[in-house]
């Protein structure tokens, strides 16, 4: 079984420096092994913005699909609440 070894919170904190870091972070995690629309499954899509990928005449943003999904406050608030 694997074992998350983690990281301190400070140094966590340090790397998510605005809302754009945030979203890096979160496309780095969801789609580590490689970009997958959730909606059509196909593994082909292109970076319409920076964590904003586009297949099938659907966008995909890093924060769909996650606990982040349709947040009321930036990104950065989130990470620091948690």
């Not at 079984?1 to 790397?15: E, P």
């Not at 420096?17 to 629309?37: D, M, P, S, V």
């Amino acid at each position: 079984m694997l074992q998350f070894t983690g990281q301190d919170m400070l140094s966590f904190i340090k790397g998510l420096l605005n809302g754009e870091a945030c979203k890096a972070y979160l496309a780095k995690i969801k789609w580590q092994n490689g970009f997958t629309c959730s909606k059509c499954s196909h593994t082909k899509g292109c970076e319409k913005s920076r964590c904003n990928y586009y297949s099938c005449y659907y966008t995909e943003s890093s924060a769909a699909s996650t606990l982040f999904h349709k947040a009321k406050f930036g990104l950065q608030k989130h990470f620091y609440s948690l």
